[in-house]
């Protein structure tokens, strides 16, 4: 663990603002018609309305889009933040759900009205290299992948490590990752006991920079 980590001192005053390390600004996102649409507010855990033909920009906060099969069994399709664009249309699979980690901002855009490579092209490389994480063979292996993606993608350097203010829960973390909630739960306290991660109840983790 390095040496100028305290964990008191992440913990207790909270990580930075989450933000992107890879956020393209969000006005190479906006639609030019798009300017004049009011936002809606969200609640956490709350869904936003996924119509066929709408698509939702995300202004503040994180969202998780999930799929279901025949049995129940949950597939996230991804885990979106600020400046990101989701909606049913862009991933062609239903059903589709689009549910608030946390309070979330959004601005509705219409997809027949709507037309942005850009947006489309982030999008699907978000979903290749999610797709890829979770084809990792070994558990342990595959949720560390994605707990350094979504590290990369929502959090701040700090001089400890990489500080992420994620509100998401086990089981969330377990059906993104493709485990059961028993193991993520025992896989986190595993990369805790190796010095790799530091976890709070706070909903917040840290990667620890290797001393």
């Not at 707990?147 to 990369?152: E, G, H, N, S, T």
């Not at 500080?163 to 059961?180: F, G, K, Y």
């Amino acid at each position: 663990m390095s040496a100028l980590f305290n964990p008191a001192s992440v913990f207790y005053f909270g990580c930075p603002m989450v933000s992107s390390l890879s956020t393209v600004p969000l006005s190479s996102f906006m639609h030019a018609q798009s300017s004049a649409l009011q936002s809606t507010f969200f609640s956490d855990r709350a869904f936003l309305p996924s119509e066929s033909q709408e698509l939702w920009q995300i202004t503040r906060g994180l969202v998780r889009t999930y799929t279901w099969d025949s049995n129940g069994n949950i597939t996230t399709l991804g885990i979106w933040g600020t400046g990101d664009i989701v909606g049913q249309p862009l991933s062609n699979v239903a059903p589709y759900m689009i549910q608030t980690l946390g309070t979330v901002e959004a601005t509705a855009l219409v997809s027949n009205q709507w037309n942005n490579p850009e947006a489309i092209l982030s999008h699907a490389q978000q979903l290749s290299i999610l797709l890829k994480i979770i084809s990792i063979k070994r558990a342990d292996d595959r949720l560390l992948s994605l707990l350094k993606w979504l590290a990369q993608r929502f959090g701040n350097l700090t001089p400890a490590g990489t500080c992420t203010t994620l509100p998401i829960t086990h089981q969330e973390l377990a059906e993104t990752a493709n485990v059961t909630r028993v193991t993520a739960t025992r896989l986190i306290g595993d990369l805790e006991q190796q010095g790799v991660l530091l976890w709070s109840r706070r909903r917040q983790f840290v990667l620890l920079t290797p001393s």
